[in-house]
């Protein structure tokens, strides 16, 4: 298991998986190697197990592999970049960065859809939707209602998605996530916290692609 250290000013320890899989170790200056190790030692069990839900988030791209999008499942094939019932066709050069185009167009319009479809039942009023790179947030939504994506969120199964709309929209009458906000989800999506934990998973999508997006 490798280890990275980074040392500053704070005044405890924190512990993070970053990008390929590596430890990431944030201590005080006056910390000391001994200490730190015992650190990692304590939360090994808590290590192993989020480094277990990286392993079931990756994505493999060769051809005749299956990939799920929306919680659908495709098998790719080699070919022009686009979706034919259960077949997903991608070039064979590029395929990472075609795959990031085509679901940003597949997010576009999933999200966009559910965003009116919620808005509808559930009297919601937003300015906009649009599909984002963003590497940090799910999704997100200012003062004047528009809500944006990522378009990550075509590799999780709907009813994830489904929370992320729910929630965005929720911050149209919300703007913050106090008790009132939370009543809000809920009286939309009962289940929320188990989706919402559910999406916590999920969180080594963040990392997709990104060498081909920059």
């Not at 994505?59 to 990939?67: H, Q, R, Y």
């Amino acid at each position: 298991m490798k280890i990275k250290v980074i040392r500053s000013k704070r005044r405890t320890l924190s512990l993070s998986l970053g990008a390929e899989g590596e430890v990431v170790v944030r201590a005080p200056k006056r910390v000391s190697d001994a200490e730190i190790e015992n650190f990692v030692s304590r939360h090994r069990r808590w290590l192993e197990k989020r480094l277990t839900e990286r392993e079931g988030t990756q994505i493999s791209l060769e051809t005749g592999k299956i990939l799920p999008l929306f919680g659908k499942k495709y098998k790719i094939a080699d070919g022009k970049p686009s979706i034919e019932g259960d077949t997903l066709y991608l070039p064979e050069k590029n395929r990472a960065a075609e795959l990031v185009a085509l679901a940003e167009e597949l997010a576009k319009q999933m999200l966009a859809r559910t965003t009116q479809k919620f808005a509808s039942a559930y009297g919601f009023e937003y300015a906009s939707v649009r599909i984002s790179r963003a590497r940090s947030r799910w999704g997100s939504c200012n003062r004047k209602g528009a809500i944006a994506y990522t378009f990550r969120l075509a590799f999780v199964p709907m009813e994830l998605s489904e929370y992320v709309v729910v929630h965005e929209l929720c911050h149209t009458r919300v703007f913050n996530h106090s008790a009132a906000f939370w009543k809000e989800v809920a009286r939309v999506l009962p289940d929320w916290e188990q989706r919402r934990r559910a999406l916590r998973k999920q969180g080594a999508l963040m990392n997709l692609f990104r060498e081909n997006i920059g």
